[in-house]
């Protein structure tokens, strides 16, 4: 039974998906700090005003205290925007500069050189006119 699990356990798939559990929280933690320290407080000078959880309305004696959700709101969309201008988006470039072009594929046919048409490469005649070409070699 523990031999299963040590089998489980060692395996690469879950050690990946641990290193990658370890690694996104403390991305999280980078981001939640970018978002808290650089991007609020940048919004805070342009706007005036970085805390919006005082903002309420009250309908009959309910009061709704709305601000703590535009907070959350706001934050969502900051980590989600410092997530895709400074991960997604370097990580696809990257990732499209690394992808290499196929390679062309070898030329099925060749021009005649006298009569310019197109022919096997193989052909060691051609089927319009009937001069004689080089066999596998595409014409210049």
Known sequence: MLSGFK?????????DLAV????GAAFGSVVT???KDLLTPLIAAVVGKPD?????????NTVFPIGDFINA????????AAVYFFVVTPINALISRMRKAPAPADPTTKKCPECLSE???DARRCAHCAQPVKV?????
């Open 73 to 80: 709101a706001v934050s969502f969309l900051l980590i989600a």
């Open 33 to 35: 700090a970018l978002t």
């Open 52 to 60: 919006f959880s005082a903002i309420s309305f009250t309908i009959g």
């Open 20 to 23: 990658g559990v370890v690694i």
């Open 136 to 140: 596998g070699m595409a014409a210049d």
């Open 119 to 121: 022919i096997p490469i």
């Open 7 to 15: 089998q489980f356990i060692l395996r690469g798939n879950v050690v």
